[in-house]
């Protein structure tokens, strides 16, 4: 397993670059990018402060940074040697850090790596995995704190964002208004996939695929809008959700037996 994670950790970073992504755009105009084979279970977007996008793939702790002008794979390493295994749901940035969230609630945290590197990390129990299952990973800078997004809260009784501090490992949660969001896009059952946190407002933007929607969240858990409705046949299985500092809105949908995909949405596109 070892060998195998080696060759490849280091094929991955050697085809960097290589090859731009190729390029998807539909009627409207829309920019987006199909992506590399190994990208297929992408699960999160993170922006760094100089405005580098990473991603992660569910299965393990290997990191991709995109250049979602041309689509190319510009990077890649990974979390520990050999590379950490797990249900990887969400990436965000802290402090100049990476994190990753699994689905049950464990924590990862590393300094980001150079091409080919597997860098060591440290691992926190949060014990949100308890109560719910989770899909998606934000950062807020403000507050030093990890936001995490649940998408199936049946043993809490309710769909939660939960907020967990960087400086004590405390815990606190707003509740998602689920029946103002499914009534909102005409669509039950919610499955929120993805969170970002809008750099503009500070508001929790959060895509939920099954309903086809973006939806603006408040601080206090109220729902302000509904950002954008998804076009099913460009957005399959949206799972990653990001915002620029210059108001792009980036959207990582799942290969689901095809090639995943990554959208690219400018502030006029989304924007209300």
Not at 136 to 157: I, N
Not at 166 to 175: P, Y
């Amino acid at each position: 397993m070892r060998l195998v994670t080696a060759l490849f950790l280091a094929a991955s970073a050697a085809a960097c670059g290589a090859e731009p992504g190729a390029p998807v755009e539909g009627d409207d105009g829309v920019r987006g990018w199909s992506l590399p084979d190994r990208l297929r279970e992408i699960s999160g977007l993170a922006l760094t402060v100089d405005g580098r996008l990473l991603a992660v793939a569910d299965e393990n702790a290997t990191i991709y940074e995109i250049d979602y002008v041309s689509g190319r794979v510009v990077k890649v390493f990974a979390f520990g040697r050999p590379v950490e295994r797990g249900d990887f749901e969400g990436i965000a940035l802290l402090d100049g850090r990476v994190w990753l969230t699994t689905s049950d609630g464990v924590l990862y945290v590393a300094d980001e790596g150079g091409n080919g590197e597997q860098v060591p990390f440290e691992r926190f129990e949060t014990g949100i995995g308890r109560d719910c299952e989770l899909e998606g990973l934000a950062a807020d800078s403000v507050e030093r704190a990890l936001v995490l997004l649940c998408k199936d809260g049946r043993k809490q009784g309710k769909l939660r964002i939960h907020r967990w501090s960087e400086t004590d490992g405390r815990l606190d949660d707003v509740k998602l208004p689920e029946a103002e969001m499914e009534a909102a896009v005409g669509r039950k059952k919610l499955r929120p996939s993805g969170i970002a946190i809008d750099p503009a407002t500070g508001d929790y933007v959060v895509v939920a695929a099954g309903q086809y929607a973006v939806f603006r969240i408040g601080r206090d858990g109220t729902l302000d809008d509904v950002i954008m409705r998804l076009d099913p046949r460009r957005h399959q299985q949206a799972e990653g959700i990001e915002i620029s500092g210059d108001g792009l809105l980036l959207i990582a949908d799942e290969g689901n037996g095809g090639r995943a995909r990554l959208t690219v949405y400018d502030a006029r596109e989304w924007e209300q």
